[in-house]
């Protein structure tokens, strides 16, 4: 994994060499003719995929902490460079102003860097969103699922109840004109007895 990290910090030093390599080309880019300017949107396009590598390599929050010690070393870098080298950029006059116009470059491209950071990690929430909306989607039709499945089971449950009931109650029904049958023969029964007994007695008188 450390192995790994070491590598994803390849393309920061990318981003640092375009950065700093844009500091020999011409400030003029639309006076320059079409091809400067091809080159300055080559470097802003190579900027915005470091800056798109950096976010899917080092993450959002430790990317962007890398983005900006870059755009900071190179722009310290960038000073010493045409403060040392002044002849040589043809900047003997107006220092101070040609040092921030090229701390602006360098800062353009940082932030182009930046920009594809953004835009990737946007992409990468809004996937992550969608999967998100997929799950609770899911989420919810098993809750519906399980919802009419437990209403079923309760429907059938209630239904076995009512039919065990129904059944109780006629087996007590039963139970209880037999009952009343029995009742009526024994007393059927007893009153014959009593006649008999008395047909009895009355002939031996």
Known sequence: MNEKKTIYY???VLLALIIF???FLSTDIFQAGYQNFAVWFVLSIFAFACGWLINRTLGYNHGGKVIFAVIVSSVFLTIILISLFSEYFGLSNLLVENMILFTLRNITLGAMGLFGMVVCELLIIQKESEAGKKKLDEIK????SAQREAQIIVEEARLK???I???AQKAADEILEKKKYIEAQLKEFIAAEKELIKKYESEEE
């Open 21 to 23: 390599a844009s500091n």
């Open 165 to 167: 009931l129904y059944d």
């Open 10 to 12: 390849a393309t920061a």
């Open 161 to 163: 109840a009512d039919k």
């Open 141 to 144: 039709k098993l809750l519906t």
